[in-house]
């Protein structure tokens, strides 16, 4: 085996195996054992300016291109053949959203990295992860962004094989059969964007990012009154 | 299980519902639940208090969890008071609630900090191969490197060292100081021993140990009542607050009791339920305001003048209209209403008459009444008994020289028969003679003649001469009517032509003329039916003025006239800081080192700071225009810091430095002349004073022989709160960045003080501040120790509000490098020991001493008179017209040895106070076995140990009377001997009583009634000032032995002042110096007003971040909303208050609860958080006291006489600063410059404001 196919085997056929323990199994210890770190850490407390419009553009570009990322890559190629939407449609729809909401992330999220850095009150109270996991996130979406001109390349020519590849790749690893070397032949800006997406979840558990699993959503349906009882559950 | 898993239990959660299923309940984990009840728990409590100059001296619980103080909680296991009173607890209020947060601030000092460029310095030096002392030297020789860090104070630059190496430089610059210049050349300003008893005595102790000066401190604040020395006597006595409780009708004004005596406010509240009517006397709507039946809103500083139309009520209605026999008698008894006065004829452009003289004495009869010992100190009063004039028991002659008719007994003290003093003679007098009264309202007469009643009498040297009573003067200076014809005088309360009646008052203060009226006959009445329980409550905010004492002396008349004081319930209860020293008998030795040498240097500090930072050369006030028409006004043409240098050289006030040579020095050249005593040695300091070769220092404060060298400040926030003229301090005595905004030279002209041109910047050497947060003080200073917190050392506190003793405690160790005031102390002493046995060895000092209050030189200058000797009217006499000159040997190497061992003296000499001396040989074997002896060889091996804190805490305590029942049995017994009357009982119950420091850690404990106060502990009445004055009859430490409603000593009579009169507030100017931008834009000129603040304790809790979210989180000052409109100002704007003093910024509070014409600033809010740079100055906005000045005034200064004689905060000039006017003006946010900006050469340069300085 030479070097590079030994690379690829680690990056991608061993690395997301170890982001996605760290990930979930970090995620589980952290929650147990240190629920008062659980949290978003917001600085709006600190400074107002800017936030409404960067927090919003942030937020709902980069859960739309998450989204996005499980449809189409995670869900099975079948299930869209079934639809009716065409590799082609399928592509050109992930070209045009990923642009959009790509394109927003971007721009809230430039506004809260300079706050971050610049703002004196919000730079005092980071910590360096909260620079590090902001920066790691923007840099991943910027090589996002960049994959769409060569995606567009590609569909020009009429040619989603790339993004099938993609596809088959990642559902390869969620069913347990890694198949590093499927990724051989795509441009190198989509191994690197997956590689530091993959670091994302890496870092997640050690991060404010964790607030994700916890979004407050069964507000919208719980009762409106909870007693808890006073039978102690286990031994503390 | 785990949180996460839980979660996943999607269909087990809900184990049951409830309100139609918009309830359920679960079985969630909730453990989560326990971090709040952590919050709570903690591994230990420990018994505490804040010592921050609050009255409150409340018990506190600390709470002490992982090594680290959590949080604090009220202590509530006080004693019970008495089954008809409140208790006392719970005390404490939000700002000792919030101190716990201090530990571990921001603000703390963890460690020695040094200017770093000091520092840089000294280490060259010292690398250069210099020892401490020569380095220190070399340094300080050297003009450019002196310049070097002395420019920057203020200006940060701060580095950290170690304690070995801080000492070493500290003892350096004391023994170079001590070298070169003089040991009285050494400062020390610390506050308040009562907050932190022990933290006081390290400082004072070392600094009295090597002969450096202590200042005064509650003078300085302006916080003494000049007018309770002049009127009693006393210093301050005033009752506890359980004691409003007993009253049965209260006046309170000047005191903010919701606001500033918070724990104890609820008495005055809770006394309203029994019916007590409460009248509020303020300018604006103060808290206190909100408890009152009546709120008089009196104009600022003119309270006198409704005082005295309330007395001209009472004098009248229960007086003259009837005569109330309780009234009657008290004022016989108690006060100099009977004593005869000797009038002097009068011709002036005001009239022709005769003006009051001196008091008639024993002396002044053939054979002297009986009297050889003092005749001359004798009062006499007319006995309508006998008809003849007699001198009666208790003046001050019979207090030294003799014993056992130092009472107020009402006798004939030659025969000891019976006697009624006369107070009037209108009905057998020998004729009406006009007496002129100066008066001082602005358009009216300057000298007003009213008739009085007479007598005819031939004195014993021939001449024949009229008296009159003070009573029947004291009347015709009300302006009261009595049917004796002549002017000045009114029939009607309505009359508002004739000063001090309701309708004249109304005029002045802007109070309704019958709500004066009715509140002068109610209180006077209540008075009479209750025998004396109408009560007045007052403070700072009407002590603070200028003419103070006339202020308190219109409401001691009035409290006189109805004889309230010494009453239960009634009398003034006046309350300032936390001034009440309970064991002071105790305390004093071991805080001045009188157990190894007396006497101590002492100085009154607003003299002091009067002259070391060059004030007086910026004086706006004439002294002659303060005088009366009559005056003899033999200084007349002095300056005010004229008057200061005539009362040191007379021995009335203290200097420091003493005079314009070393002290060790002169000593040395009297023995080298032949000198072999304290005699010797003073005989050659007279001759030299007499040739000028030697000279008081004050006559020429800015020659540099002169400057104060070394500063000690500890406990204390002397250049960010108490610095009146805080910017004078910055620029003449720190020689720092400063805002004063003129040139100077008002205070020229001066007679007796020598004035130079070029005034100095930045007299200190080197100012040391110890404390435990970084606040103004320690900002400006060269080096900063880190202090022990309130919740780290063990000390003693007590206060006025109650008569209980606190500990603090050591709930933790002192946190980072700290350590306790007296740790710190005792380890510079010891270096200090070490250099010093080198540099120094054994020297003889010379202590000039004032004559002392409380001791027989307070008889020193008779009748009245000034003698100067300076002018030839008599020869400089030690003791007598002049200081004592007092010899004290000085072994420096042994200053630890000392330091640590209570000394011999207190077996060889004993104790005493207030004149009482008491042997202390028993307490002194008990302190052996109690603290242990000393193991160290040397000159203190075997004696009682000082060496840990809680030692001095015991042995204080085991040496005052307040606190151990053998000693009052001694202390009482001594002064059954001087009255001749038994005080026994008053301490009998508890003669075995001997508290311990850890007595008072497990609950607060009763002090026991000592001769050192005027009040008594018991079952029956509450501590109420003067209360053993009138029940055991012991006499006013007065001239007279009576409260005094009459000053005779001729500088009281030149200005003005021998009776109370009206005195508006003094026009300093300062506010017609403003820079013309300013006077451009619309702005308002308003009185500054400074009272006591609700978001601290003086300049304490008001930076912490507890506090600061309580409201604007910096400076405020309130503003009225007209005055406000006026010039479109709106709440929260930023505004300067600008004079010639300089310039502060805050946000303005545009509030309806102050009225126009005054702007409000909560004292104490320094320049540490969000102050922003004034425009004006281009320096950091300031402080309160950047728009102040201080006055001094001359009858302040007298001494040598009876009860107007030095003591240590006893008696001399007040800091005054309300009668400050400045001019405000809007600041818009864009111009505001936060001064964040690195030193550059030319703003290190920049030392003045911009164009001020450089002609």
């Known amino acids: 085996m030479n070097l590079q196919d030994f690379l690829m085997n680690v990056v991608f056929g061993v690395y997301p195996y170890v982001a996605l323990t760290v990930f979930i199994v970090g995620s589980w210890i952290r929650y147990d054992n240190e629920q008062y770190t659980w949290k978003t850490d917001s600085s709006l407390l600190l400074s107002k300016r800017y936030m409404l419009l960067a927090s919003n553009l942030f937020h709902i570009g980069i859960l739309s291109i998450f989204l996005g990322h499980f449809a189409g890559l995670v869900l099975p190629h079948g299930f869209w053949i079934a639809l009716g939407v065409s590799d082609m449609a399928h592509q050109w729809l992930a070209i045009v959203a990923g642009s959009v909401f790509g394109t927003m992330c971007l721009v809230g999220g430039t506004i809260l990295w300079l706050r971050r850095v610049f703002n004196p009150r919000v730079r005092a109270a980071s910590r360096y992860m909260d620079n590090a996991i902001l920066s790691l996130i923007m840099v991943t979406l910027v090589l996002g962004l960049s994959t769409i001109p060569v995606s567009i390349g590609h569909a020009s020519h009429g040619d989603p094989t790339v993004m099938l590849t993609l596809s088959q790749y990642i559902q390869g690893i969620l069913t347990l059969n890694p198949q590093p070397q499927l990724l051989a032949g795509v441009e190198p800006i989509f191994r690197a964007h997956m590689f530091l997406g993959m670091t994302i979840f890496l870092l997640f558990p050690f991060s404010r990012l964790v607030h994700v699993w916890t979004a407050p959503f069964n507000y919208l349906g719980r009762a409106y009154q909870i007693v808890r009882s006073k039978r102690r559950v286990r031994s503390a | 299980m785990s949180h996460f898993l839980d979660r996943l239990k999607f269909f087990d959660k809900v184990k049951d519902t409830f309100a139609d299923g918009h309830g359920i309940v679960t079985h969630e984990d909730r453990n989560w639940e326990d971090a709040y009840r952590n919050r709570w728990r903690h591994d230990k409590v420990v018994r505490s208090t804040h010592g921050v100059n609050c009255t409150g001296g409340c018990s506190w619980k600390i709470f002490v969890k992982n090594g680290l103080v959590s949080f604090e909680m009220q202590q509530t296991d006080y004693p019970r008071t008495r089954e008809d009173l409140p208790n006392h607890e719970p005390r404490g209020c939000q700002r000792g609630a919030s101190f716990s947060w201090y530990l571990y601030s921001p603000h703390r000092i963890k460690h020695p900090m040094i200017r770093g460029r000091l520092l840089e310095l000294y280490r060259a030096e010292r690398k250069a191969g210099k020892d401490p002392v020569e380095a220190w030297a070399a340094i300080q020789a050297d003009p450019a490197k002196r310049d070097k860090y002395v420019k920057v104070r203020g200006l940060g630059g701060f580095v950290r060292t170690h304690w070995e190496e801080i000492n070493e430089i500290i003892a350096a610059a004391n023994i170079h100081t001590i070298r070169k210049w003089g040991p009285d050349r050494i400062y020390g300003f610390s506050p308040i021993p009562a907050m932190s008893m022990i933290s006081y005595a390290a400082g004072s102790r070392y600094l009295s140990l090597i002969g450096g000066a202590c200042g005064s401190f509650y003078d300085w604040y302006c916080d003494l009542p000049a007018a309770s020395p002049q009127t009693w006597g006393e210093q301050t006595d005033v009752p506890e607050a359980a004691d409003w409780y007993n009253s049965t009708y209260l006046i309170i004004t000047g005191a903010n009791l919701p606001m500033t005596r918070t724990p104890d406010a609820h008495f005055a509240t809770e006394v309203r339920y029994k019916g007590t009517k409460i009248v509020s006397m303020a300018p604006d709507y103060a808290e206190y305001v909100k408890f009152a039946d009546l709120w008089m809103p009196v104009r600022q500083g003119t309270d006198a003048a409704a005082f005295l139309a309330m007395g001209h009520v009472a004098l009248k209605e229960f007086h003259l209209q009837r005569q109330d026999p309780y009234f009657q008698e008290y004022a016989r008894k108690y006060t100099d209403l009977p004593m005869q006065v000797i009038l002097r004829p009068f011709k002036g452009t005001e009239g022709d008459g005769f003006v009051p003289d001196r008091n008639l004495r024993a002396a002044d009869f053939d054979g002297g009444l009986g009297e050889s010992n003092n005749p001359e100190w004798k009062t006499v009063v007319f006995d309508a008994r006998s008809g003849a004039f007699v001198a009666p028991n208790g003046s001050v002659g019979f207090r030294w020289g003799e014993e056992g008719k130092w009472n107020l007994l009402p006798k004939n003290a030659a025969t000891q028969d019976e006697i009624e003093a006369e107070l009037s003679c209108i009905d057998r007098r020998d004729g009406i003679v006009p007496v002129g009264f100066p008066h001082f309202q602005p358009g009216e007469p300057g000298l007003l003649f009213r008739n009085v009643p007479v007598r005819r009498l031939k004195l014993a040297s021939g001449e024949e001469v009229l008296v009159a009573s003070v009573f029947d003067l004291q009347v015709a200076q009300y302006g009261i009517d009595r049917g004796l014809g002549g002017g000045n005088v009114a029939a009607s309360y309505d009359d508002a032509s004739v000063a001090y009646t309701p309708a004249w008052a109304a005029k002045v203060t802007g109070v309704k003329a019958a709500d004066i009226e009715r509140t002068g006959r109610e209180f006077a009445d209540n ?31 009035l409290l006189h006239m109805c004889g309230c004081v010494g009453q239960t319930g009634g009398g003034w209860a006046h309350y300032v800081g936390q001034e009440k020293l309970r064991p002071q008998a105790g305390w004093a030795p071991i805080a001045f080192a009188l157990d190894w040498q007396r006497p101590p240097r002492h100085q009154n500090s607003t003299s002091f700071w009067y002259f070391h930072t060059d004030q007086w050369r910026y004086e706006t006030i004439d002294a002659d225009a303060l005088m009366q028409p009559a005056a003899k006004g033999k200084y007349k043409g002095y300056r005010l810091a004229d008057y200061n240098v005539v009362a040191t050289r007379l021995g009335w006030l203290p200097s420091a430095p003493h005079f314009n040579r070393n002290p060790l020095e002169i000593v040395a050249e009297a023995e080298e002349a032949g000198a072999h005593d304290e005699a010797g040695v003073a005989q050659y300091m007279v001759e030299q004073l007499k040739s000028g070769k030697l000279d008081v220092a004050f006559a020429d404060p800015d020659a540099e022989e002169n400057w104060p060298r070394n500063l000690f400040v500890w406990r204390a926030n002397l250049i960010g709160t108490s610095a009146k003229g805080h910017e004078y301090f910055l620029k003449h005595l720190l020689g720092a960045q400063n805002g004063v905004l003129q040139e100077g030279g008002d205070g020229a002209g001066t007679k007796e003080v020598k004035w130079r041109d070029e005034a100095p910047a930045g007299k200190l050497d080197l100012m040391v501040d110890i404390n435990f947060r970084l606040n103004s003080t320690g900002a400006y200073s060269d080096i900063i120790l880190p202090t022990a917190t309130w919740y780290e050392k063990n000390d003693l506190n007590t206060t006025d509000m109650h008569p209980f003793i606190h500990p603090l405690s050591e709930a933790v160790t002192p946190g980072w490098e700290s350590k306790s005031d007296w740790q710190i102390f005792k380890s510079i002493a010891k270096k200090f020991s070490e250099l010093a046995d080198k540099h120094l060895g054994v020297r003889k000092d010379v202590v000039a001493l004032p004559m002392q209050h409380d001791s027989p030189f307070e008889l020193a200058q008779p009748l009245g008179q000034v003698r100067d000797w300076k002018k030839g009217e008599c020869e400089p006499v030690p003791g007598k017209t002049l200081p004592l000159l007092k010899v004290v040997e000085r072994d420096y190497g042994n ?46 091996y075997g004696m009682p140990s000082l060496e840990e804190d809680i030692s001095v805490c015991d042995a204080v305590m085991r040496l005052a009377p307040e606190t151990n029942g053998e000693v009052a049995h001694k202390s009482w017994s001594a002064l059954s001997r001087k009255t001749g009357i038994d005080h026994h009982h008053l301490y009998a119950g508890r003669h075995e009583d001997k508290i311990t420091f850890r007595d008072i850690q497990a609950q607060p404990r009763k002090i026991i009634t000592a001769p050192t106060w005027s009040g008594i502990e018991s079952e029956t009445v509450s501590y109420t000032a003067g209360y053993t004055n009138i029940h055991e009859h012991i006499p006013f430490r007065t001239l007279t032995g009576r409260a005094h409603f009459y000053q005779d000593h001729e500088w009281f009579l030149d200005f003005g002042e021998g009776f109370c009169a009206y005195r508006p507030p003094v026009d300093l100017k300062a506010h017609e110096l403003v820079p013309a931008k300013v006077r451009a834009k619309p702005h308002l000129t308003l009185s500054w007003i400074t009272p006591h603040s609700k978001w601290g304790i003086h300049s304490s809790y008001q930076d912490n971040l507890r506090m600061l979210q309580l409201f604007r989180g910096g400076p405020y000052v309130w503003v009225s909303e007209d005055d406000a409109q006026a010039i479109g100002l709106k709440d929260n704007d930023w505004v300067e208050a600008i004079n010639a003093n300089g310039a502060t910024m805050a946000r303005a509070v545009v509030s309806q609860r102050v009225p126009r014409g005054m702007a409000l600033m909560y004292h104490a809010q320094e320049k540490n958080v969000n102050v922003p740079g004034s425009p004006s100055t281009g320096k950091r906005g300031g402080i309160l006291n950047s728009v102040t000045r201080i006055v001094v005034k001359p009858t302040n200064m007298v001494g040598g006489y009876a009860q107007l004689a030095y003591g240590f905060n006893y008696y001399g000039t007040v800091g005054c600063q309300r009668d400050e006017v400045v001019v405000l003006h809007k600041v818009e946010d864009r111009d505001i410059d936060w001064l964040e900006r690195p030193l550059t050469d030319e703003r290190e340069q920049q030392r003045n404001p911009v164009g001020i300085g450089v002609k």
């Open chain 2, 527 to 557: 008075a009479a039916k209750t025998r004396g329980k109408s009560m007045v409550i007052m403070g700072a905010a009407i002590n603070h003025w200028y003419h103070n004492d006339m202020a308190y002396r219109s409401i001691m008349n």
């Open chain 2, 895 to 940: 200053t630890y040895r000392k330091f640590i061992a209570l000394g011999p003296l207190m077996t060889k000499i004993g104790n005493n106070v207030k004149g009482l001396d008491w042997n202390t040989e028993q307490e002194y074997e008990e302190l052996k076995k109690c603290n242990y002896t000393v193991k160290l060889p040397g000159v203190s």
